[in-house]
Structure formats: structure tokens, C-alpha cells
């Protein structure tokens, strides 16, 4: 028998923990296990073609609210021109009321429920009828069957997925080291499973160890909370850095509250860009905190997230979610406000998913919660925030993802922040003058948001010179131009001292990969200066965190009247 794995991912970039996990759990059974990958952006019949190709006895696909319905319009079509093939199911999308998604679904043979590697193991070992595999729901002719619930499994079981690396090039390795969650969120399907399964540390070093001998350049922890243990975070923690090598990348979801001072002191040794951090936020408002049945003291959270942020090491990326209960557009700009007061690398604006199986899915109607009946199941309206709510933080998340978390612009809009009361205020009236220009829907290049910007901030009332200085700065730090945007100073005037610069304090980077670049306002107190300072950025060598070139700063003499009037 020849079973066919299929991940429709959602970028070519990413890989399949799932299928992996199952090929490698069976991969000592006499049936072949084969993987085939695609994305959603692959055309239906491309995929459909490519199976085919394959002759599977079986197909097995792995669902996810953004692939489910794509994998419906496959499968169908597999079942079409393979009638012979069986279907076989697994992942959240189908774990959760799955004898409705059999009715409506008569293409689909069998459903892997939950937890798959056990039940997945026992169908291709095709050993003992489907009657008495437990964690699956199948076809008894016209009848619909479904078995208990599988036990969880031993963490130590599991088979490392990842002994051929040339599999995943160019694609980011996801990894587990526990599963379940300790706390109750109720947006969160973690939350059914009120307890954690760890892997043991020696195997979890071992592994680490082979992605750090592998130069592997970045490992994602798929663990709900990984810092939920203060022993075994910090023993992992030292782990990586006392074996770091230069290059691999670590990403850890975490809850900040959590962490101790012993850990931000491990924090404050590791390397820049060694670790990563996500913290998941949501919101600031209270009462929202308290029934969604979040755990988080908000005052360590703030306090951690600043602490590490002063070291200047460390990515973290903090999300925020519209559409909870008891939160409306007011609470909401606050909760906004009150993250990116912590200036994270990155500000996640995502939107409530009513989840199949989460407590958040009962309760909707309570709520008031409209939601999409087609997966992503996203809120559209709740009691306290209006579709008309949402569509405007739609916007500003665009907005925001643009023109914060790009991090291409931070001296730019660090000034036009200072023209507003609040930093909502300014996203809002930034998605406010795309709207009024009609500048939505349209691939604008990075020199052209730069341009928007620029306008944007002139019809607020910047300083021009000011505004055209943090631009064309901020432009640099990522790269060197090879054309000057049409808001930048010309600096042909200056050129004999950038070529004295070059031949003289700056003579190391002549022939390097650099720029100079007279600048005219101070990029950090916003002040025009009587005379320019002159900033090398040199390309070749950025920083792992932003990508931003590393810069010196020059001091010259005073240029002669003449000269400043050119």
C-alpha cells in the first residue's frame, strides 16, 4: 500500500511539521510513507496532477483553517479521477465535530482525530479493522463511525523528523518540545489539553544540537508556552547559548510575565539574534483579560518586555487581538497604545478566529460574536465592536504592518509620532489619507510608500527638511540606493568632503560595500543642524535583528557660507 502525505502550506517557505512527524513515526513500516508539499497559491489542478502522478493507494491530508477548504476542492477532484484512492484527514479542522464534516464531506474515508501519530501508525500498518483503532472516524457503508478518543502519547516516543535536512532548504524547521498548554485561554484550542507533556531534556539537546551542527538558520518552537517551566527554559536557554554558532536563530512563544530575573540575566549574554521572542499579549483591558480566563500580570509583562529590550539583542514580536469580549474600539486603542508604548521589533494586529472546539465557540452567541462561516472563522462584529469598527482596524493593521513592523521607516515615524496625541492617531490618519487618495489595492514599491509617507506627513504639518532628512536616512540604513528618491537634499555640494572622508577617516571603507551621507537633522531629537554630520553606513555588516546597516558618525569643519547657499 502507498500512502501520499500531502501539506498545502501557506508559503513555500514554510514545512509541515505534521506530515514529518507522521512519515518519520511510521517510517520502519512495511507500506511507503511519501510527502508532497504545496502551497495555497499552487493552482488546484497543478496539485490534483501531482498526486495523480504519485498512483497513492492512499492520500492523507493534513488541515488547518488555512488550507481546509483548498483541501476540500482537491480531495473532491482526487476522488473524481481516483475513485479507487482513499481519503484519509487529520488536524484541528477536522478533530472538532467530525461526523458533521463527514456528512457534508461524502468524498472523505477516514478522519485522524487529534493527536496523530499513534492512529496514523495503526492505519498504515493496516493490521486491525478500523473498528477497534481508536482516534479515528470512518465510513461503515452508509453509516458513520466514530471511535474513542486516543490516549495523548509519550513525548520520548515521538521520531525526530528531521534526520535529512536537504528535504527542507530555503524552509523553516518547526519543533516541538512539549505539547498542551498550562493555562485556559478561550480563543485557544491549547487550552482543551490543561496540561503540558515534555519531551526530555536529553533528547531535546540532542536534537537542538543536531540543527546547530547543521547551521540549520532557523528553528521555530512550536510549544504553546515555553517558558512555563523556570528549570527547564533556563537549562534549554544556556543549552543554545553555551553551543551557539553564529547563525541559527531560535523562536519561542513565551508568556513575559512568566520569566524570571535569572532568565532576562540569560537573555542579557546571548548573542545578537541567537533567540527570538513572541508574546501574546491581546489585550490590556481588564475585564477582557478576565474573561477570556487569561493568567497575565500586565506590570512584569511591561517591565520585562522594556528590560530586554534595552539589550538590544533580541527580536520580539508582541500580538494584540481585535474582536475579544468586553472590548469596543475605545479599550482597544488603548490596549494598542499601551503595547507599542513597549516599542517592540514587531506589533502584531491580528483578529479573534472562533475556533471549532474552543470555549470562545461557545460562547459566541453569548458574546454577540458574527463570525465568517468559512474557515478562518474570523469575528466580523461582536456587542462591543461594529463590522464598521473592524473594517478601520483592518486598515490600520495594514498600516502598521507597512510602515512599523517593516522596521524600514523608525526614525521617520518615531517624528511623525510626535505630532499626534497617541500613536493609534497616527496609523489611523495614515489609513485615513490612503482611503482619501485611493491608494489601497495597489503593490506600491518601497520608494513609493517612502513618497506617501512623505506627503502624509507634510499634509499633517511635518517639517519638511526635517521629514526628508529621516527618510532618506532610514532608506539608507537598509540599503545603498542606486537612485537618490526625489524627496532627498542634493549633496553635490558635498561630494569633495565625502571623497576627503573616504581618503582619509573613513579610508577602511573605500572599498567596501558603504555610503556616506551628509545628514542635516538629528535623527533622534528631530533638530535641524546648523551644520551637517556626515554617517558612513556600512553594508557589510548588519545588524541580525533589524538588518540595519552598522553606521559611524563624522564631524567636520564648518563648511563657508558659499557653500551652505549652493
Known amino acids: ?51 495523480y502522478e504519485e498512483s497513492p493507494d492512499v492520500v492523507a491530508f493534513s488541515t488547518y483553517i488555512w488550507n481546509v477548504e483548498y483541501v476540500k476542492k482537491v480531495a473532491w477532484q482526487i476522488k473524481q479521477v481516483m475513485p479507487q484512492a482513499k481519503i484519509w484527514l487529520g488536524g484541528p479542522e477536522v478533530s472538532y465535530e467530525p461526523e458533521s464534516f463527514m456528512r457534508e464531506n461524502p468524498w472523505a474515508d477516514v478522519l485522524m ?78 487550552s482543551i489539553e490543561k496540561s503540558v507533556r ?10 537542538i544540537k543536531f540543527f546547530i551542527d547543521n547551521k540549520v538558520p532557523q528553528v521555530k518552537f512550536v510549544d504553546r508556552t515555553f517558558n512555563c517551566s523556570h528549570a527547564r527554559t533556563k537549562e534549554l536557554w544556556k543549552f543554545i547559548t553555551d553551543n551557539d554558532n553564529g547563525i541559527t536563530n531560535f523562536h519561542f512563544e513565551i ?68 474582536g475579544l469580549p468586553y472590548e469596543g474600539i475605545e479599550t482597544f486603542k488603548k490596549s494598542f497604545n499601551d503595547v507599542y508604548a513597549l516599542k517592540p521589533s514587531e506589533l502584531q494586529l491580528g483578529f479573534l478566529k472562533v475556533l471549532k472546539g474552543s470555549y470562545m465557540h461557545e460562547k459566541a452567541d453569548e458574546y454577540g460574536i458574527k463570525y465568517t462561516l468559512a474557515p478562518p472563522y474570523e469575528v466580523l462584529s461582536t456587542r462591543w465592536l461594529s463590522y464598521a469598527d473592524i473594517l478601520i482596524l483592518k486598515r490600520i493593521e495594514d498600516v ?9 521607516y523608525k526614525h521617520t515615524v518615531s517624528y511623525l509620532e510626535t505630532l499626534f496625541d497617541t500613536p493609534y492617531e497616527l496609523y489611523e490618519a495614515v489609513s485615513q489619507y490612503y482611503t482619501k487618495n485611493s491608494l489601497w489595492g495597489v503593490n506600491h514599491s518601497r520608494t513609493a510608500r517612502y513618497e506617501i509617507l512623505y506627503d ?71 533638530e535641524v543642524l546648523e551644520e551637517p554630520c556626515y554617517i558612513l553606513f556600512d553594508y557589510e555588516h548588519k545588524c541580525r535583528i533589524n538588518n540595519e546597516a552598522a553606521i559611524r558618525k563624522y564631524e567636520l569643519k564648518p563648511l563657508k557660507d558659499t557653500e551652505k547657499n549652493e
Open 400 to 408: 502598521v504592518e507597512n510602515y512599523y513592523n517593516s522596521g524600514q
Open 198 to 207: 515534555f519531551k526530555s531534556l536529553d533528547i531535546v539537546k540532542r536534537e
Open 456 to 526: 502624509f506627513g507634510i499634509s499633517v504639518g511635518a517639517d519638511a527638511l526635517v521629514l526628508s532628512q529621516l527618510m532618506t536616512y532610514d532608506m539608507y540604513l537598509r540599503e545603498r540606493l542606486k537612485k537618490r528618491p526625489s524627496f532627498a537634499k542634493d549633496i553635490s555640494p558635498y561630494k569633495s568632503e565625502i571623497r576627503s572622508l573616504y581618503d582619509n577617516e573613513a579610508a577602511e571603507f573605500k572599498d567596501r560595500l558603504s555610503h556616506i551621507e551628509p545628514v542635516f537633522a538629528d535623527v533622534k531629537t528631530f
Open 1 to 51: 500500500m502507498k500512502i501520499l502525505l500531502v501539506a498545502i502550506n501557506a508559503k513555500y517557505i514554510h514545512s509541515n511539521l505534521a506530515v514529518y512527524s507522521l512519515r518519520a513515526y511510521t517510517k520502519d513500516c512495511e507500506n511507503t510513507v511519501k510527502i508532497a508539499n504545496f502551497t495555497i497559491n499552487n493552482l488546484t489542478e497543478d496539485i490534483v496532477r501531482g498526486i
Open 255 to 322: 508568556s513575559a510575565d512568566l520569566i524570571d530575573d535569572e532568565e532576562i540575566e540569560l537573555i542579557s549574554h546571548m548573542r545578537e539574534g541567537l533567540i527570538q521572542l513572541e508574546i501574546g499579549v491581546q489585550s490590556t483591558y481588564e475585564p477582557t483579560i478576565k474573561e477570556i480566563r487569561r493568567t497575565m500580570r500586565l506590570e512584569r509583562l511591561y517591565e520585562v518586555v522594556r528590560r530586554i529590550n534595552t539589550f538590544g539583542n533580541t527580536l520580539l514580536h508582541l500580538d494584540l487581538i481585535a
Open 113 to 190: 482525530l487529534l493527536e496523530g501519530e499513534e492512529t496514523f501508525r495503526e492505519l498504515v500498518e493496516n493490521k486491525i479493522p478500523h473498528a477497534y483503532i481508536k482516534g479515528i472516524v470512518y465510513r461503515n457503508g452508509e453509516d458513520i463511525i466514530k471511535n474513542p478518543y486516543r490516549e495523548t502519547m509519550d513525548m520520548d516516543r515521538l521520531v525526530f523528523p528531521y534526520e535529512d535536512l536537504g528535504e527542507f532548504e530555503n524552509r523553516i524547521i518547526y519543533y516541538e518540545s512539549s505539547r498542551g498548554c498550562p493555562f485556559s485561554c478561550s480563543y485557544c484550542l491549547s
